[in-house]
């Protein structure tokens, strides 16, 4: 499938900002046999000081730029175009989950793919005694959770179940265990929660963060630019299975409609603009995404 792209995320300033410098993280990756980006192109404005690009630990191309003019605002705008020929993962070619452990041992790279740096707890997630308990009950108690990406699959549907999606609940900064607690959140909040339950069960899991086809409902147009950035999870299934992706907002394995921005393990890992500024008041910001079938 291939798609068109684009995103613009917007900041304004109460007062003017006097300098300022950012990681941006908003492209889609390039991913042999996965995803193919024909053409992408990230605009700023202001135009900045200075401008470079670098990738990360974990893969993901960054762009790095700093502002040094007073500005009351910024705009970020991304466009590309991708061609998404994922079609999801497959058979499960996943062992027992009490055999992960051994594998886990056996695994000696420490790359950036690595399971081990996926395994423990990160900035933003930590292993909690309550999410670990809920997250055996519902692999355990899943008639059909034998096999490690069946326990994935098992706690990604019982947090769609549970859990409620409420644009206004939660914002950025939300830890997991307050999400969990209120059952409540958004697509980072279901992704974090999630991540939470697998390494509290041993599973490595980490965070992914891109963009979704969308479809109107029946008769209704596609409204430009109504869309958002969303997240998903990514889960270590063993060295044969290797890495399946899950959203468990959506409650599905992911395939073709989902477009991989970057891999971390939290969103701290792959925040799309990250940064300081020399500033002080207030600032709000908005977002538009559109994600068209070509």
Known sequence: MQYHIRLSITYEYANRATGGRHLLRLLPLDIPGVQAVTHDVLAI????????????FFGNPTVEMALTSDHSKIVFTATARVDRTYPG???DTSGPLAALPAELRAWR?????????????????????DITAY???????????????QA???????LHRDMKFDARAT????????????RIGVC????????????GIGIPSGYVSGFLRTVPPPGKPRLEGADAMHAWVRAWCGATAGWIEFDPTNACLVGQDHVVVGYGRDYGDVAPVAGVLRISGRQKSKQAV?????
Do not use: C, N, Y
Not at 45 to 56: A, K
Not at 152 to 158: D, I, Q
Not at 188 to 199: C, K, P, T, Y
């Open 152 to 158: 994935v699959e098992a706690l990604g549907m019982a």
């Open 135 to 149: 997250a055996r009950s519902k692999t355990r108690t899943a008639r059909t959770a034998r096999t490690v990406r």
């Open 89 to 91: 993962p497959g058979t």
């Open 171 to 182: 914002t950025v900064d939300t830890p997991p265990s307050e999400a969990f607690a209120r």
């Open 188 to 199: 980072q909040d279901f992704a974090q929660v999630m991540i939470a339950g697998l390494r």
């Open 109 to 129: 790279a420490l790359d950036g793919t690595s399971p081990h740096h996926f395994l423990h707890a990160s900035p933003r997630i930590h292993v909690t005694p």
């Open 290 to 294: 559109d994600v068209i079938a070509l």
């Open 45 to 56: 404005s202001p135009r900045p000081t200075e401008r470079g690009e670098f990738t990360d």
